[in-house]
């Protein structure tokens, strides 16, 4: 049975390297052009027309719409429609990579920790560089609630700093975790089936089993990669939300 892990190899398509730094054009850069290429090429094709009465790409082109445009709505409100190209934006990047990745032979970007990381915190610097922005100084006081014993402060405020700082760490290991652990899963019961196909006449009929069930893992996958492309927006739009509302 083959490496289940060997999937997440990074391997170098053209290499390169520029005063000792490996810049170097690999599967994971490859799988992310393609995926840049198939969600503009999908969704420009299937709203070229704006017909009236949708067809099923662009039935499916304005759920995604309204989906990400309902949580931007309910999570930062009215003042959120200035933040939806970049939602929208990072929802589809991610489900392009959730989705890319369940292509047999295929390289999923979104299973590589330093993918999930380097989003989430480029949305954490882009939230705080943002906050300081608009309230300058009073963006700290975010980490000292009003009404609190003065006594507490001490304790509290670092709780709160450290919370704060967590944020990025867990919203990219959120996804990285769930993706990896799905694919994982995939090799493993599609090795099985295919050790015990094999293995004679009776390890034929006993690899049906594991056949089964890794067709209805890929469901299952189909799910988890639009529910985590969905919970990395909203996260998004909570953490933007905190920054919107200290000016009320």
């Not at 006449?201 to 890794?214: E, K, S």
Request: proline content about 5%; hydrophobic content about 60%; glycine content about 8%.
């Amino acid at each position: 049975m083959s490496d289940p892990l060997h999937q997440f190899v990074i391997e170098r398509i053209i290499p390169l390297e520029i005063g000792g730094i490996d810049l170097s054009f690999t599967n994971s850069s490859l799988w992310m052009m393609i995926g840049v290429i198939v969600s503009t090429g999908f969704i420009s094709v299937a709203m070229n027309r704006k017909a009236l009465v949708p067809g099923r790409m662009q039935v499916l082109v304005e759920i995604f719409y309204e989906m990400v445009a309902g949580l931007v709505r309910n999570n930062i409100g009215s003042e959120g429609r200035k933040y939806f190209p970049f939602i929208f934006t990072l929802f589809i990047v991610v489900l392009m990579g959730n989705l890319l990745g369940l292509i047999p032979y295929s390289f999923a970007y979104t299973s590589h920790i330093i993918v999930t990381a380097a989003m989430s915190f480029m949305i954490f610097g882009m939230i705080v560089v943002l906050a300081i922005m608009r309230h300058g100084l009073h963006f700290f006081s975010h980490f000292a609630p009003p009404g609190v014993p003065w006594f507490v402060y001490p304790l509290l405020v670092p709780i709160e700093i450290v919370s704060y700082l967590a944020r990025p760490v867990t919203h990219g290991l959120r996804l990285f975790a769930n993706m990896m652990a799905g694919h994982i899963m995939l090799k493993v019961f599609a090795g099985f089936s295919v050790a015990m196909a094999g293995a004679g006449a009776f390890g034929f009929v006993a690899a049906i089993l594991p056949m089964f069930v890794n067709a209805g893992l890929i469901a299952f996958e189909l799910l988890i990669a639009l529910l985590q492309a969905y919970v990395f927006a909203i996260l998004a739009c909570i953490y933007l939300k905190d920054t919107v509302e200290m000016d009320h």
